[in-house]
């Protein structure tokens, strides 16, 4: 299924990271999309049978985001999201200062 079927009535799109966020824990990768009222991780799965692989935090029920960075020459920039439940995010410094920008504008 697309994005699309996922969001709720009258939810807007206010960010959309590429593909290539890393979920810590899981250590799958997704699309994050940043709404108005949520952050979705989004990806794919599966080469012939696919399927659909989301998680979701309310905007409202988030206590607080961090920014790290990791490494020397490869610099890997790390979010720390604190609510209901942790995510931890991980991907190139650049797009995750970015992420963590849109983030910011909602807390």
Do not use: C, W
């Not at 699309?4 to 899981?26: A, C, M």
């Not at 991780?41 to 309310?58: H, N, P, Y």
């Amino acid at each position: 299924m697309p994005l699309e079927d996922y969001l709720i009535p009258g939810e807007q799109v206010k960010f959309q990271s590429t593909p290539s966020v890393r979920h810590v824990p899981s250590r799958k990768v997704y699309k994050v999309i940043v709404t108005d009222r949520r952050i979705i991780l989004f990806a794919e799965r599966g080469m012939v049978f696919k399927s659909d692989d989301v998680i979701t935090a309310k905007m409202d029920e988030l206590q607080g985001i961090r920014y790290s960075e990791q490494g020397v020459l490869d610099k890997r920039g790390i979010i720390h999201i604190d609510g209901k439940t942790r995510l931890d995010l991980s991907g190139s410094a650049n797009e995750m200062k970015s992420l963590y920008q849109q983030m910011m504008q909602f807390m």
